[in-house]
């Protein structure tokens, strides 16, 4: 096909598009001695930084083809920021059935939505998705900003029976089916997972990595492109500066084609796949080692988004914590949310230490301490967990439930414990977020190697085959999920500490919708016996249902369940700064709700 110059004008945008009688073909390399659009390849051929599509075997060419996915134009809404319930998860190990011969796709997440939709969680937290030059990755040495990790689709030869599946869920929600040809290669694939999340009530938050690219920069890379000779000891990539992180290069964000390279990605990614928002990657190493421009960068990329789609979720990672993160610009960087380890490390804290085998008081002081963390005026700003993909990876930390008891992480002690760790988490202020597995009391760290730590994959044979410890936990998880879905107060801005006591193990903190009610008591009891006739002050007198009571879930239905009959009576005994108490039946490692 000729070229021509015909169709290029400043508003031509970057990359290779598709026009009515052929492409456009734009790129930023104002040191190239002359730029070639290959078809086949040859000597020194550089990928397009902006191909939506790339062809396997790695390094591939670069494909082009129109946008015209098969979007079921649905009700689905972003969530408002207070609803939202993060699940973590890696679409490679995730739910991997065709391992060893091939990782999870996103095509087998989607396979699980139906179980995510009923536990109860509102939106799903991908770990980077943009492809990597290595056959296994946690996703955050990519070097293809713009297309998905081929290793993540479904190959040509599978496709058909992914698609009858992909078609029985869409059967299920009345809506049309795919045709096999409209989920051909990986980015029709993920398109496919999120209209299907949204089918499903599903927000999808992509995580990116902007402080950085790769890890293993091959030679058609970004890190070539338009690559100068060496000079005073700088490298003179186009994109990057000489500061390394975890392997990679940092951004030049003094760089304004560097700037709006990540920008328009983000942007691409919010309107190309309609996903719901982004979970962003050391957002405090694109400030440190960005300086001075990094901040500014931040700026406008959160100012772009939130003019591009206001109700997308844009989510900092920042260490250490730094409240004016969230703050709007031009004070803070205009992030909605940011990451805070203080609930996680003060829970993993007093989880690990009840675990020993003595009465040792148990620092629930520093607990309350972490509920709500310092310099934050709204309680959505900040998302805690116990577990994370860094936390619980291999040879890291301990899941919660080993961490409840390293012997025997399925006996009670590791039951209850881990249910009063995840239980906190969902009743306290925060968007809380559950890492694949956690659910259904995974024990196992985790591990992006799925060939060389097959053991580490997630256990959902012992769900599917009735494990039933699994299924009571899953239950567990699910019930208390829908009692914060039903109480307001638990999404609320109102926010007490009540009661607090180290030796005896108990915590109490009072929620609500400030100007509307809705109170909810949280009660929460690390003693390996039952305490009876427990005062603790209440907010009004009269009776308060006991909506959830984790007890009831060992052995389910706990036999020999220990509570307060479903109800209490507040009367007027003043304590705790309240008019009101009640005397409550603690069961041993429990935490228990109480509404009006």
């Avoid at 994370?388 to 899941?399: G, M, Q, T």
């Avoid at 009661?499 to 003693?527: I, S």
């Avoid at 909506?547 to 304590?575: H, L, R």
Wanted: with cysteine; glycine share 8%; hydrophobic share 40%.
């Amino acid at each position: 096909m000729p070229a021509s110059l015909d169709h290029i004008h400043p508003d031509t945008p970057m990359g290779a598009n598709l026009i009515a009688d052929g492409a456009t073909f734009r790129a930023w390399a104002p040191n190239a001695r002359a730029v070639y659009v290959i078809g086949e390849g040859s000597e020194g051929p550089k990928r397009d930084p902006y191909a939506r599509e790339l062809e396997a075997p790695f390094p591939s060419e670069c494909v082009v083809r129109t946008t015209d996915f098969p979007w079921h134009a649905g009700r689905f809404v972003t969530p408002p920021f207070h609803e939202f319930v993060i699940y973590q998860l890696h679409v490679g190990t995730f739910f991997a059935p065709n391992v060893p011969h091939k990782g999870g796709t996103f095509l087998d997440v989607a396979r699980k939505l139906p179980y995510l939709e009923e536990l109860g969680v509102t939106a799903l937290q991908l770990l980077p998705i943009q492809e990597f030059q290595t056959s296994f990755s946690l996703g955050y040495n990519g070097t293809d900003y713009f297309s998905p990790e081929m290793d993540f689709a479904v190959s040509d030869a599978d496709l058909p029976r992914y698609v009858a599946e992909m078609n029985q869920l869409l059967d299920a929600k009345g809506a049309a089916r795919y045709r096999t040809e409209e989920l051909h290669g990986e980015m029709n694939q993920l398109k496919a997972l999120v209209d299907l999340a949204h089918l499903h009530g599903l927000a999808v938050i992509l995580d990116v990595v902007y402080n950085h690219a790769g890890g293993e920069f091959g030679d058609q890379s970004l890190y070539f492109f338009d690559r100068q000779p060496q000079a005073g000891g700088n490298n003179n990539s186009l994109y990057f500066t000489d500061k390394g992180h975890a392997g990679g290069l940092v951004f030049d964000y003094a760089e304004p084609e560097v700037r709006d390279f990540l920008i328009q990605n983000a942007t691409f990614f919010l309107n190309e796949y309609r996903v719901d928002g982004f979970r962003y990657d050391q957002v405090s190493v694109i400030d440190h080692d960005g300086a001075p421009h990094g901040w500014r960068f931040c700026q406008d990329l959160t100012s772009t988004l939130h003019a591009d789609r206001p109700s997308a979720l844009h989510h900092a990672e920042y260490w250490s914590v730094n409240p004016v993160v969230v703050q709007p610009v031009p004070e803070g960087a205009g992030f909605d949310t940011t990451l805070t380890d203080g609930l996680r490390i003060a829970l993993r804290n007093v989880i690990g230490n009840a675990s020993a085998p003595d009465d040792r008081p148990l620092d629930m002081t520093g607990l309350v301490r972490s509920l709500w963390p310092e310099g934050f005026s709204e309680e959505w700003r900040f998302v805690q967990g116990p577990e994370n993909h860094d936390i619980v990876y291999r040879d890291r930390e301990l899941r919660l439930a080993r961490l409840a008891d390293p012997s025997n992480p399925r006996s009670w002690y590791g039951r209850s414990r881990t249910r009063v760790a995840t239980g906190l988490s969902l009743t306290a202020p925060g968007i809380p977020m559950l890492f694949m597995g956690q659910e259904f009391l995974e024990d196992k760290q985790w591990a992006d190697d799925f060939v060389s730590h097959p053991e580490l994959l997630l256990y959902w044979a012992g769900l599917e085959q009735g494990d039933k410890q699994m299924a009571d936990h899953v239950r567990f998880t699910r019930e208390l999920l829908a009692c914060r879905r039903n109480s307001p107060g638990l999404r609320g801005q109102g926010f007490r500490m009540v009661h607090v006591h180290d030796q005896n193990r108990v915590l109490a903190f009072h929620r609500w919708v400030e100007g509307q009610g809705h109170d909810v008591m949280v009660v929460a009891h690390l003693a390996p016996f039952h305490r009876f006739g427990y005062r603790i002050g209440f907010p009004s007198g009269g009776d308060w249902r006991e909506s959830f009571n984790s007890d009831v879930y060992e052995n389910w239905v706990n036999p020999g369940v220990v509570g307060n009959g479903g109800q209490v009576i507040a009367d007027p005994y003043p304590m705790h700064e309240f008019a009101f108490s009640a005397e409550l039946a603690l069961p041993a490692n429990s935490i228990l709700v109480f509404t009006r």
